[in-house]
T-cell receptor, first 106, second 123 residues
Framework: DIQMTQSPSSLSASVGDRVTLTCQAS??????LNWYQQKPGKAPKLLIH???NLEAGVPSRFSGSGSGTYFTFTITSLQPEDVATYYC?????????FGGGTKVEI | QVELRESGPGLVEPSQTLSLICSVS??????????WSWVRQSPGTGLEWIGY?????????KSSLKSRLTISVDPSRNQYSLRLTSMTAADTGVYYC???FGSGVHTDWFDFWGQGVLVTVSS
């Protein structure tokens, strides 16, 4: 199975800060990577598919980049409503696997 | 608006079988535009893809669960279900149903999710 490793596991930043999370795959997953946001007690919400494709309605302060085994997710100006845990997920092959998440706090 | 809703018991005894149903509204399983998935989440293993099914019954399972897992579909009811046998404490977690975006190759992102159901394995 492809292992997805996210770092850091948690971070604390200030409103307006630029925040960057990383996700590393244990093997080449090309551009088959998604990002989700999960708030406490809620289901994950899809933010980005295929590395950089923002879902409809998702604020443009969220972005993604990368390919192969190294990927980043950036919030350009952190807002209070962005407090959540963020997960990456590959879809290079089955089984689909998720990273362990990065918890973002203010 | 697409909505998914899980239903089933919140408590299962060890060695027993978990049965969950996902009811879909706002979309038709029989359209063939999507695969329909189960994902679970526990503190120990995080988010874990379990498997998915197509309207015609074709399914894909996580290999480590394959011997205990059955996912089935009822297009006439616009529902699909999960059956997991020989439950242990390691199967405790929140079970989500989720819609896989597409039906083609490399369209495996989950764009709509149910609210999740907490399943606890305990006697």
């Amino acid at each position: 199975d492809i292992q997805m490793t996210q770092s850091p596991s948690s971070l604390s930043a200030s409103v307006g800060d630029r925040v960057t999370l990383t996700c590393q795959a244990s093997q080449d997953i090309m551009k088959y990577l998604n990002w989700y946001q999960q708030k406490p007690g809620k289901a994950p919400k899809l933010l980005i598919h295929g590395v950089y494709n923002l879902e409809a309605g998702v604020p443009s302060r969220f972005s993604g980049s990368g390919s192969g085994t190294y990927f980043t997710f950036t919030i350009t100006s952190l807002q209070p409503e962005d407090v959540a845990t963020y997960y990456c997920q590959h879809y290079r092959e089955l089984p689909l696997t998720f990273g362990g998440g990065t918890k973002v706090e203010i | 608006q697409v909505e998914l809703r899980e239903s089933g018991p919140g408590l299962v005894e060890p060695s027993q079988t978990l049965s969950l149903i996902c009811s879909v509204s706002g979309d038709s399983i029989s359209s063939g535009n999507h695969w329909w998935s189960w994902v679970r989440q526990s503190p120990g293993t995080g988010l874990e893809w379990i498997g998915y099914i197509y309207y015609d019954g074709r399914a894909g399972y996580k290999s480590s669960l394959k011997s205990r897992l059955t996912i089935s579909v009822d297009p006439s009811r616009n529902q699909y279900s999960l059956r997991l046998t020989s439950m242990t404490a390691a199967d405790t977690g929140v079970y989500y149903c989720a819609r896989r975006f597409g039906s083609g190759v490399h369209t495996d992102w989950f764009d709509f999710w149910g609210q999740g159901v907490l399943v606890t394995v305990s006697s």
